[in-house]
Structures are given as C-alpha cells and as structure tokens.
Nanobody, 121 residues
Framework: QVQLVESGEGLVQAGGSLRLSCAAS??????????MRWYRQAPGRERELVAA????????DYVDSVKGRFTITRDKTKKTSALQMNSLKLEDTGVYYC????????????WGKGTLVTVSS
C-alpha cells in the first residue's frame, strides 16, 4: 500500500520559516523514478502546484509566487521530499499536499492527506 505522509504542520508569523517533509513508502518502482510535487490549497481556492522536482538529474521548478522563498528537495535514500519555506507571507496559508507521480507511468499518481500551514500577521 502506497503512503505519502506529510509532516511539519505549523503556525508561523509572517516573515518566518517552516519546513515540510513527505515520507513515501510502498511505491511501485524506484523512488528515483517519481516526480515529487507540493501543492497547496488556500481556503476557498483551488489546489495549486507550488513546487516540483523531477527525476535524474534533479531539477526543481516553482510557481512564480514562491520563487526565491521556497526550496524543494528530495532524499532518494530516505525516500523523502522536503519543502523549505522562508519569508512566509499571509497568502502562503493553506493545506499543503505532497504528490508523487511516476515520470512515465502517469497512472502511478499518489497523494498525501495534507498538512496545514498557517501564516499570521
């Protein structure tokens, strides 16, 4: 059974930092073959892709609103992905979801249950 478990939920003041982690288990095929993504969903808004890290070589991409503030990484040995969030803004508030999708077999698409990030003024 595939599981993606996020951690790092928290309440932080604007300008602060938070680090989210996602631990993957039970994936079919190597973790290295999966694109790892972080999405977020703010209250009353659609889920949006925030950051992604594609397979070898690891290359990261970000939505414009977080470029220069967020960093996505992966640890292939530990089968984890992390999202380091710095200079947080009120608009970064939302539920953050970890997603793993196989780079060529797109039906292999898995989601975590989400973790809440709240940025206060």
């Amino acid at each position: 059974q595939v599981q993606l478990v996020e951690s790092g939920e928290g309440l932080v003041q604007a300008g602060g930092s938070l680090r989210l982690s996602c631990a993957a288990s039970g994936l079919t095929f190597s973790f290295s073959n999966y694109i790892m993504r972080w999405y977020r969903q703010a209250p009353g808004r659609e889920r949006e892709l925030v950051a992604a890290i594609i397979t070898t070589p690891d290359t990261a991409d970000y939505v414009d609103s977080v470029k220069g503030r967020f960093t996505i990484t992966r640890d292939k040995t530990k089968k984890t992905s992390a999202l380091q969030m710095n200079s947080l803004k009120l608009e970064d508030t939302g539920v953050y979801y970890c997603n793993a999708v196989h780079s060529t077999i797109r039906d292999l698409d898995f989601w975590g249950k989400g973790t809440l990030v709240t940025v206060s003024s």
